[in-house]
């Protein structure tokens, strides 16, 4: 069975830009990007599609109601006390209450849906896929679903210094 | 790189209606209700010192903090800058309506008020305009400093004044950071004579920047779509929707600061101010000016696809420019003229203000080129990207 996908190694970031784009713009698969440093281009055309923010959202959004709930039921159904002549319920002091909690539990889950989602928990073996992947050079991984032949030509064309099928 | 903005005719024409219409605006106010008017150029003076000053402060953290992005745009806050001399005489005439505004001011009242009695020492005339003399030399003093260098630096490419610039935009910072909390509890905090707060001049300070940013976002757009500052990019505008975004959580939080903590300990000296804002006939600006100043911008300005759009801005910041008129609105009316009121002297006022100040600023913005010739950090200001 051929090997799954294909490897392309670049040693300057700006061809590799070029490669991305290009690939962008024909709707290629890519997988990933193993880079030495962050690339703020590289990661704006990459996740642009990422879902992870309304995920944040949609748990600040519960992390508040359900905080809500939880002091509403405490302090006005369950125990009521009154003290320093408050309303039994009363807003204010709420707010900063909901405010933290909304940042730990967003903080939290937004965490584990992201190691979730990228397979990333403790106690993994680390997956590099070279060495020189720390030193100096970029990996881009594909699919080899369309036309490798076509994409293999492209990359060769943008300044990739070696074309590899692999299987990860 | 060697433009400059050049104004047109019919926009001074426009300015000269508008401080037209202020000066009618004037002459009715003092006919029908002379307190009224008092109060009102109170409010526009202090409106507009505030986004001169945050106009100026952040001009001087863009020094402070080495930041390249900003130095294709520092001209304009730097023009906001200058209308703080024209302020400095508008405010000096408050001396003629001061018991008008302020109660401790009122001739005899040390006798049956002994709080202010006890206040006196601090909270009398002549040492109020001492005071206000003294903030607006620093002021001008620090900021024709600032300008001048930046001007020098234009005519001759030498590091050692963008060396001088960055030592007096520390001096400014200091200056403006200190004096201009101590202003704002001089002139707007002692409206209400019996109340205090500790935040209130801190926070009046840091909001001056949240107001500025919406007006130096409001002047960029406007000279791009008069065909300059081609150079500002997506980049720049994002990074200055960042700054909304984070000045409007700075206003949440520090507004929800002085109002739980006087909620809670629910001391009679204190509540006095919340009294008629939180529960009296004040209470729809209240919610509507915490709706326009803070909930609003923040949800608009979390996503970060939005914050960067120039009409997604525009709105915004005309929005915040209503919101601090609400903001100032609040702090100064009930204290120091009573029933709730909007009518054509608020708006007048407000009008004529808007062309002083926006005349002064576009001239000031003609006066230089419109992107620093020589500053250091200015290639890496039109690269900016993110």
């Given amino acids: ?168 | 790189m060697e433009t400059t903005y050049t104004p047109k005719k019919n926009m001074n024409l426009l300015f000269a209606g508008m401080i037209l219409i202020g000066i009618v605006a004037v002459i009715t106010g003092f006919i029908s209700d002379t307190q009224r008017t008092w109060a009102n150029i109170l409010l526009n003076n202090y409106y507009f010192i505030t986004i001169a000053m945050g106009g100026l402060l952040f001009y001087s953290i863009q020094y402070i903090t080495n930041s390249g992005w900003s130095a294709v745009i520092q001209r304009v806050p730097q023009a906001l800058g200058g209308f703080l001399p024209v302020s400095a005489v508008l405010m000096l005439l408050l001396y003629f309506g001061l018991p008008q505004v302020y109660e401790w001011a009122q001739p005899g009242i040390t006798e049956t008020d002994k709080l202010i009695a006890h206040k006196e020492p601090f909270l009398n005339v002549p040492f109020f305009m001492i005071r206000m003399v003294l903030y607006f030399a620093l002021f001008l003093a620090a900021g024709y400093m600032l300008r001048k260098y930046a001007l020098l630096q234009d005519k001759q490419n030498d590091l050692k004044f963008h060396e001088k610039s960055r030592y007096y935009a520390q001096v400014y910072i200091f200056i403006g950071a200190i004096f201009f909390s101590f202003a704002s509890k001089d002139w707007i905090m002692t409206i209400d004579s019996h109340w205090y707060s500790t935040l209130f001049g801190f926070r009046n300070m840091v909001l001056s920047m949240y107001y500025g940013v919406a007006a130096i976002i409001l002047i960029i757009l406007y000279l791009r779509s008069q065909g300059y500052f081609k150079e500002v990019n997506d980049a720049h505008f994002h990074d200055l929707g960042r700054y909304l975004f984070r000045f409007s959580i700075v206003y949440g939080y520090l507004w929800f600061m002085q109002f739980l903590i006087i909620w809670y300990a629910n001391i009679p000296e204190l509540t006095v101010y919340y009294q008629p804002r939180f529960l009296g006939e004040w209470q729809f600006i209240f919610y509507a000016e915490l709706i326009i100043n803070f909930a609003i911008p923040f949800m608009v300005m979390m996503s970060d696809e939005l914050g960067k759009k120039p009409k997604v801005l525009t709105t915004i910041s005309v929005l915040l420019l209503i919101g601090l008129w609400m903001n100032i609105y609040l702090q100064i009316m009930p204290g120091s003229y009573g029933p709730v009121k909007f009518g054509f002297v608020e708006v007048g006022m407000w009008l004529g203000y808007a062309g002083l100040f926006l005349g002064i600023t576009f001239f000031a913005l003609s006066k230089a080129f419109l992107i620093p010739k020589n500053h250091p950090y200015l290639e890496e200001s039109l690269h900016h990207h993110i």
């Fill in chain 1, 1 to 168: 069975m051929a090997p799954k996908n294909i490897v392309a190694t670049f040693r300057d970031e700006a061809n590799l830009l070029k490669a991305v784009t290009r690939l962008k713009e024909n709707k290629v698969n890519m997988l990933d990007v193993y880079g030495p440093f962050a690339n703020h281009d590289l990661l704006k055309k990459l996740t642009s599609e990422s879902k992870l923010p309304y995920a944040a959202v949609l748990y600040g959004i519960i992390a508040i109601v359900s905080i809500f709930g939880f002091m509403y039921y405490t302090s006005v159904i369950d125990y009521p006390i009154m003290y320093g002549g408050k309303p039994i319920f009363s807003f204010p002091p709420m707010v900063v209450i909901m405010f933290l909690f909304c940042i730990l539990l967003t903080t939290i889950l937004t965490v584990l849906t992201f190691h979730g989602r990228a397979m990333i928990f403790p106690g993994k073996p680390a997956n590099i896929i070279d060495p020189s992947v720390t030193d100096d050079t970029f990996f881009l991984v594909l699919d080899q679903n369309y036309n490798p032949e076509e994409i293999k030509e492209w990359l060769k064309e943008d300044g990739a210094e070696e074309i590899t099928e692999k299987e990860l």
